[in-house]
C-alpha cells in the first residue's frame, strides 16, 4: 500500500521522497487527508540497439537528384 504524505510534509522532505520513490516506493500526496497526486518511479527508457536496423538508412543516387519543379513549388 503507498504511504500517504500531506503536502507540508512533502514540502520539507521532497529530496527524501524523491529517494524513495527512485528506489520504487509509490507515495500518495495528499491536502486535508485528500488525495491528490501520486508520486511513483518513471519506467526506465529501454536501450537502442545501436545498428539494429541495418539496411534501412541506406540511400541511392536518386536522393541527391534535384527535385522537380513542381515539388519545389510545393515546399516554398
Known sequence: MPKVVNVHEAKTHLSSLLERVRAGEEIILAKNGQPYARLMPLE??????????KGHGKVDKAFFEPLPEEELKVWE
Do not use: E
Not at 526506465?44 to 536496423?53: A, C, D, E, I, Q
Open 44 to 53: 526506465k527508457p529501454k536501450k537502442r540497439k545501436l545498428g539494429s536496423m
